[in-house]
C-alpha cells in the first residue's frame, strides 16, 4: 500500500469519526426530546452502532479495499475527538433547533388540515343533523295529520273482524308470554 492510499485512508476515517460524533450527539439529543421508553433505547443504540459500524467499513473499504491498520483507529479516535472538542454543542443547538422547527412545522400542517378539512365537515354534519331532525319533526306533523286519523278510522272499521277473530286476546297472550320469559331471563332473584 503506498503512502498516498494511507493518507487517504487516514482523513477518510478522520470524516468516518466526525460524522459517527454527528450521528451520536443527534441521536442522543433527539432520544432526550421524544423519551423513548427505556427498552427501547438499548434497540436504538444497537442499531446506531450497527449502522456506525457499516459506515466505517464502507469508507474503509472505499479507501483501502478493507486493510485494517493502526492509523485506521488512531483516524476514528483522532476524528471523533476533535468533533466532541470543537463541533459538539453546536450539533446539539442545530438538532434542537431543528426539532423545533419541525414541530412548529407540524403543528402548521395539522391547524391546517384541520381549518381545510375537520371543520367543515363538522359544519356539514350539523347542517345535516339540524336538516335531517327537520324532516323528521314535519313527518311526525304530517303523521299526526294524516296518518293518525286514517289509523283510528282503519282500527273502527276492522274492529268488527278483530273482534270476531279475537286478534286482541291473541296479542295480549302473546305480550304476556314475552313478559314471562323476559322476567325469567333478566330479573334479579
Known sequence: MNLQTQWMTLLWMLFSGGMM?????????????????????????LFYWIAAALFVFRNLYHSNQGELRF??????FIGIWIYFLFLSVITERFVVMLMKVTKRIYAVIVRI?????????????????????????????????????IWKLLTWMTSPIRKR???????????????????????KN
Open 71 to 76: 492509523y485506521v483507529f488512531l483516524g476514528l
Open 165 to 187: 277473530l279475537r286478534i286482541g286476546e291473541r296479542l295480549r297472550f302473546i305480550q304476556q308470554w314475552a313478559i314471562r320469559i323476559w322476567q325469567r331471563w333478566f330479573s
Open 113 to 149: 388540515i384541520q381549518l381545510l378539512l375537520i371543520v367543515p365537515i363538522r359544519w356539514l354534519l350539523k347542517v345535516i343533523r339540524i336538516l335531517l331532525s327537520f324532516v323528521w319533526i314535519m313527518l311526525m306533523f304530517i303523521g299526526r295529520i294524516t296518518i293518525l286519523p
Open 21 to 45: 460524533g454527528i450521528a451520536f450527539d443527534s441521536y442522543r439529543v433527539i432520544s432526550g426530546e421524544l423519551r423513548f421508553p427505556r427498552w427501547s433505547v438499548h434497540v436504538l443504540d
